[in-house]
């Protein structure tokens, strides 16, 4: 479990990605779950002895987080022009 949790750590620091953030958000749940992978520990183990490869369960991870911050973005720039047209006031039509 050590091994696996270390290897996918370190991989994703080496690809300059923060584990704590990739895994928040129940992400490390969901990719565990598609990857039928039992429970997280069973899949970290999976990870250690190579049964599962390293970059599989990061690439997925990746996903999910690029996918999570592209909503995130795009919500704020929804906010934004919600507050632009309201600071601008309601338009009359003649």
Known sequence: IEKGLEALEKEAKRLNY???ELIADNR???VTKQLKAGI???M???CGYGGIPVSTVLLRLIELYKKSK???ESKHS???I???LKAQG???TK
């Open 70 to 72: 592209e909503a995130e």
């Open 90 to 92: 309601p338009k009359t």
């Open 28 to 30: 490390l749940q969901q």
């Open 40 to 42: 997280e520990d069973e």
């Open 44 to 46: 970290f183990a999976a």
């Open 82 to 84: 919600i507050e632009k």
């Open 18 to 20: 923060s584990w704590k």
């Open 78 to 80: 929804t906010e934004q």
